[in-house]
Protein backbone atom coordinates (compact mmCIF):
# COMPACT_ATOMS: atom_id res chain seq x y z
CA UNK A 1 0.00 0.00 0.00
CA UNK A 2 1.76 3.33 -1.19
CA UNK A 3 0.50 6.77 1.06
CA UNK A 4 1.12 9.89 -0.96
CA UNK A 5 0.84 13.25 0.96
CA UNK A 6 1.17 16.53 -0.63
CA UNK A 7 2.04 19.85 0.16
CA UNK A 8 2.85 23.28 -0.96
CA UNK A 9 -0.92 24.75 -2.11
CA UNK A 10 -1.64 27.99 -1.44
CA UNK A 11 -3.00 31.38 -2.44
CA UNK A 12 -0.92 32.86 -5.21
CA UNK A 13 -1.65 36.30 -7.51
CA UNK A 14 -1.99 35.61 -10.88
CA UNK A 15 1.04 35.61 -12.69
CA UNK A 16 2.77 33.79 -9.18
CA UNK A 17 4.73 30.54 -8.95
CA UNK A 18 4.29 27.75 -6.39
CA UNK A 19 6.07 24.38 -6.47
CA UNK A 20 3.77 21.06 -5.09
CA UNK A 21 5.61 18.33 -3.31
CA UNK A 22 4.09 14.66 -3.34
CA UNK A 23 6.07 12.34 -0.08
CA UNK A 24 5.67 8.78 -0.80
CA UNK A 25 6.01 5.76 1.61
CA UNK A 26 4.80 2.14 1.90
CA UNK A 27 5.96 0.87 -1.28
CA UNK A 28 9.18 1.09 -3.88
CA UNK A 29 8.57 3.79 -4.85
CA UNK A 30 10.81 3.64 -8.02
CA UNK A 31 8.21 0.90 -9.55
CA UNK A 32 5.17 3.14 -9.66
CA UNK A 33 4.25 6.16 -12.40
CA UNK A 34 3.79 9.38 -10.82
CA UNK A 35 0.89 11.79 -11.80
CA UNK A 36 -0.70 15.18 -10.79
CA UNK A 37 -4.49 15.63 -11.47
CA UNK A 38 -6.60 18.63 -10.48
CA UNK A 39 -9.85 19.32 -9.59
CA UNK A 40 -12.18 22.25 -9.54
CA UNK A 41 -15.52 22.96 -8.18
CA UNK A 42 -18.04 21.31 -10.31
CA UNK A 43 -15.48 19.65 -12.80
CA UNK A 44 -14.10 16.71 -13.16
CA UNK A 45 -10.79 15.77 -12.10
CA UNK A 46 -8.41 15.70 -15.25
CA UNK A 47 -4.72 15.14 -15.65
CA UNK A 48 -2.07 17.77 -15.05
CA UNK A 49 0.98 15.66 -15.91
CA UNK A 50 2.84 12.62 -15.49
CA UNK A 51 6.49 10.88 -15.07
CA UNK A 52 7.22 7.67 -15.80
CA UNK A 53 9.20 5.32 -13.74
CA UNK A 54 12.46 6.72 -14.52
CA UNK A 55 11.89 9.81 -14.84
CA UNK A 56 12.44 10.10 -18.24
CA UNK A 57 8.97 9.84 -19.88
CA UNK A 58 6.89 13.43 -19.52
CA UNK A 59 3.35 14.20 -20.33
CA UNK A 60 1.62 17.27 -20.07
CA UNK A 61 -2.14 18.68 -20.38
CA UNK A 62 -2.39 21.37 -23.38
CA UNK A 63 -3.63 23.81 -20.77
CA UNK A 64 -0.36 23.79 -19.02
CA UNK A 65 2.33 22.89 -21.33
CA UNK A 66 5.14 25.93 -20.76
CA UNK A 67 4.31 26.67 -17.78
CA UNK A 68 4.36 23.50 -15.15
CA UNK A 69 7.12 20.86 -14.96
CA UNK A 70 6.84 17.73 -13.22
CA UNK A 71 9.59 16.24 -11.51
CA UNK A 72 10.14 12.95 -9.48
CA UNK A 73 13.50 12.04 -6.40
CA UNK A 74 13.62 8.50 -6.69
CA UNK A 75 16.32 8.93 -3.68
CA UNK A 76 14.28 10.79 -1.62
CA UNK A 77 10.40 9.16 -2.78
CA UNK A 78 9.14 12.81 -3.77
CA UNK A 79 7.99 13.96 -6.92
CA UNK A 80 7.21 17.76 -7.60
CA UNK A 81 4.80 20.20 -9.85
CA UNK A 82 6.69 23.21 -9.94
CA UNK A 83 4.20 25.58 -11.92
CA UNK A 84 4.70 29.41 -13.03
CA UNK A 85 2.85 31.76 -14.61
CA UNK A 86 -0.36 31.03 -12.78
CA UNK A 87 -3.47 31.58 -14.26
CA UNK A 88 -6.96 32.04 -12.17
CA UNK A 89 -8.25 29.03 -14.08
CA UNK A 90 -5.14 26.87 -12.44
CA UNK A 91 -7.53 27.26 -9.43
CA UNK A 92 -7.73 23.75 -8.20
CA UNK A 93 -7.36 21.39 -5.58
CA UNK A 94 -4.09 19.42 -6.73
CA UNK A 95 -3.85 15.72 -6.30
CA UNK A 96 -0.79 13.19 -6.48
CA UNK A 97 -1.25 10.09 -7.58
CA UNK A 98 0.52 6.54 -8.44
CA UNK A 99 0.43 3.83 -10.57
CA UNK A 100 1.59 1.47 -13.48
CA UNK A 101 2.06 3.83 -15.91
CA UNK A 102 2.07 7.59 -16.74
CA UNK A 103 -0.67 7.88 -18.78
CA UNK A 104 -3.72 10.33 -19.02
CA UNK A 105 -6.24 8.61 -17.35
CA UNK A 106 -7.67 8.64 -13.51
CA UNK A 107 -8.27 4.94 -13.99
CA UNK A 108 -4.40 3.80 -14.72
CA UNK A 109 -3.77 5.17 -11.08
CA UNK A 110 -4.10 3.16 -7.99
CA UNK A 111 -3.05 5.40 -5.14
CA UNK A 112 -3.99 8.96 -4.49
CA UNK A 113 -2.92 11.37 -2.16
CA UNK A 114 -5.76 14.02 0.29
CA UNK A 115 -5.02 16.53 -2.02
CA UNK A 116 -3.49 20.59 -1.85
CA UNK A 117 -5.56 23.87 -2.47
CA UNK A 118 -4.37 25.76 -5.32
CA UNK A 119 -5.87 29.50 -5.36
CA UNK A 120 -4.50 31.93 -7.66
CA UNK A 121 -6.00 35.17 -7.46
CA UNK A 122 -6.59 37.90 -10.35
Known amino acids: QVQLVESGGGLVQAGGSLRLSCAAS????????MGWFRQAPGKEREIVAAISRSGITLYYADSVKGRFAISRDNAKNMVYLQMNSLKPEDTAIYYCAAGPSQGPSRSEYNYWGQGTQVTVSS
Open 26 to 33: GGIFSNYA
